[in-house]
């Protein structure tokens, strides 16, 4: 074989999502690459002759590995259909992909938490008590969205009530009130507002007897 040809072979892609969540699943060379070759293979069918022509690993070694990526539920088989319409059963990686997808997810619920704790030190303008620390994650925990939270700080702040029982006040008379959002919320004081002025626009002045 020529450069022209090796430098015609394909090419696999790896994505560094893989690379990280193969090392933490300490996963063997073999697995890693029998993982990354189905992830770039043009189709799923599980084809011994084209892993070994494409990756260089033994028929032993491929065996091995895929009924350790089967027994780590990381891949599964799935049906398909190739271009003429013939069923067939292929490898599918979803398993895979859900496990880093789950990381992802992960490190976006850590990385809000965090910002929801530096956005409550900032209005506070002081740093947070552990205690306070406690309140915050109780309030995420019983299901309170970030955005209502925020908005029970803001509302706290607004009245000069910097402390943690009030913020818990409002939320629970929010969630007694059925609000979801802060657009509820604000509808609410739309609704109030407009009330108020119907009742104004409606009383009868000119019947109104002073005493």
Same mark, same amino acid.
Request: net charge negative; hydrophobic share 35%.
């Given at each position: 074989?020529?450069?022209?040809?090796?430098?015609?072979?394909?090419?696999?892609?790896?994505?560094?999502?893989?690379?990280?969540?193969?090392?933490?699943?300490? +996963? !063997?060379?073999? @697995?890693?690459?029998?993982?990354?070759? %189905?992830?770039?293979?043009?189709? &799923?069918?599980?084809? *011994?002759?084209?892993?070994?022509?494409?990756?260089?690993?033994?028929?032993?070694?491929?065996?091995?590995?895929?009924?350790?990526?089967?027994?780590?539920?990381?891949?599964?088989?799935?049906?398909?259909?190739?271009?003429?319409?013939?069923?067939?059963?292929?490898?599918?990686?979803?398993?895979?992909?859900?496990?880093?997808?789950?990381?992802?997810?992960?490190?976006?619920?850590?990385?809000?938490?965090?910002?929801?704790?530096?956005?409550?030190?900032?209005?506070?303008?002081?740093? +947070? !008590?552990?205690? @306070?620390?406690?309140?915050?994650?109780? %309030?995420?925990?019983?299901?309170? &969205?970030?955005?209502? *939270?925020?908005?029970?700080?803001?509302?706290?702040?607004?009245?000069?009530?910097?402390?943690?029982?009030?913020?818990?006040?409002?939320?629970?008379?929010?969630?007694?009130?059925?609000?979801?959002?802060?657009?509820?919320?604000?509808?609410?004081?739309?609704?109030?507002?407009?009330?108020?002025?119907?009742?104004?626009?409606?009383?009868?002045?000119?019947?109104?007897?002073?005493?």
């Amino acid at each position: 074989m020529n450069i022209t040809d090796i430098l015609k072979e394909k090419k696999f892609i790896v994505g560094k999502h893989l690379i990280q969540k193969s090392m933490e699943l300490k +996963l !063997s060379m073999e @697995e890693f690459l029998l993982l990354l070759y %189905f992830e770039n293979a043009d189709n &799923s069918i599980f084809d *011994i002759d084209l892993i070994k022509k494409n990756m260089g690993i033994s028929e032993e070694n491929i065996m091995d590995s895929f009924n350790k990526l089967m027994s780590k539920k990381l891949i599964s088989f799935e049906t398909g259909k190739d271009s003429e319409g013939r069923i067939y059963d292929g490898i599918c990686l979803d398993n895979f992909y859900n496990l880093i997808n789950a990381e992802i997810e992960n490190e976006k619920k850590i990385k809000n938490t965090d910002n929801i704790f530096t956005q409550f030190e900032n209005e506070f303008a002081r740093t +947070l !008590s552990p205690s @306070e620390y406690e309140y915050i994650n109780r %309030f995420l925990e019983i299901g309170f &969205s970030e955005e209502l *939270i925020l908005g029970a700080l803001k509302e706290a702040v607004y009245n000069g009530a910097t402390n943690m029982r009030y913020i818990d006040t409002v939320l629970h008379e929010w969630k007694r009130k059925g609000y979801k959002n802060m657009d509820d919320v604000k509808n609410n004081l739309i609704k109030k507002e407009t009330e108020k002025e119907d009742e104004i626009f409606d009383f009868d002045w000119l019947n109104d007897d002073e005493e």
